[in-house]
C-alpha cells in the first residue's frame, strides 16, 4: 500500500502563520473590548457621581427633617399651659406658653408658641421635659414642671430660660410660622442662640 506524503513545509508554515494572524486579531479584538468596557464603566461612574451631586444639591436646598422645615399638625400642638410636646423629627420642643408662663424673669410674656431646639447649649446632651421637676430645688418653689438636662443639670423654664448649672445660655429658639389651618411651619434651620427675651419671642396662637 502506497504512504500518505506529509504536507510540504511551506504548507505548514502557510498554515502557522495564518493561526498566529487568527490568534493575533482574536487578541486585539479583545484589548478593544476591554477597552470600550472600561471606557463605558468609567462614563457610567462618573455620570453616575455628577447626578448623584446634582440632586444631593438640590436636597440640600429643601430638606426634610431637622435642618429643614417641619410641619407640626394642630393635633400635635399642645393646648395652652400644657406640657410642651416633644416634636422628634425636628429635635424640638413646643411650648405653648399660657401668659406669663416660662418667664421667671418677669420680661413681660405674653404667652404663645415657642420651639426649643433640645440641644443643651452646655455641651449638647438632648434636654428632656421633667413634668414633676420642682422649682424650690433650683431657687423657683411653687413652680413644677422644667427642662433639665441629664448631664449636669442645667435647668429651664417652660420658655428655656436658664435658671441652674454650666450652661451659658437659655436654651436656644427656631424659626416659627403659623398656617392657615392651625398647624405650624418650624424652621429648624434657622436657630436664635437663646436669650433673656425668649418668652417675648413666643407667637401668638388661638386655634
Not at 69 to 86: F, L, N, Q, S, Y
Not at 154 to 169: E, H, K, L, Q, W
Request: net charge positive; hydrophobic share 40%.
Amino acid at each position: 500500500m502506497a504512504q500518505m506524503e506529509s504536507a510540504p513545509p511551506a504548507a505548514r508554515g502557510g498554515a502557522g502563520r495564518i493561526e498566529h494572524a487568527r490568534q493575533e486579531e482574536a487578541r486585539r479584538i479583545a484589548r478593544r473590548s476591554f477597552l470600550r468596557v472600561s471606557v463605558f464603566a468609567g462614563l457610567t461612574l462618573t455620570v453616575g457621581a455628577l447626578l448623584a451631586g446634582f440632586l444631593g444639591f438640590f436636597n440640600k436646598l429643601k430638606p426634610t427633617g431637622f435642618g429643614g422645615v417641619v410641619t407640626v399638625a394642630t393635633a400635635r400642638i399642645p393646648k395652652g399651659g400644657d406640657d410642651p410636646a416633644r416634636i422628634s423629627e425636628g429635635k424640638f420642643w413646643l411650648a405653648n406658653l399660657q401668659g406669663a408662663q416660662g418667664d421667671v424673669l418677669d420680661i413681660g410674656g405674653t404667652g404663645g408658641l415657642l420651639a426649643l431646639y433640645w440641644k443643651c447649649p452646655h455641651l449638647g446632651c438632648s434636654v428632656p421635659w421633667n413634668p414633676t421637676f420642682d422649682g424650690g430645688q433650683v431657687a423657683f418653689p411653687g413652680i413644677i414642671g422644667w427642662f433639665r438636662c441629664p448631664c449636669h443639670g442645667s435647668t429651664y423654664s417652660r420658655a428655656g430660660i436658664r435658671v441652674y448649672g454650666p450652661a451659658p445660655r437659655p436654651m436656644d429658639t427656631m424659626a416659627l410660622s403659623i398656617n392657615s389651618d392651625g398647624s405650624v411651619n418650624v424652621n429648624t434651620g434657622k436657630i436664635t442662640n437663646g436669650g433673656p427675651d425668649n418668652p417675648l419671642r413666643a407667637v401668638p396662637y388661638s386655634a
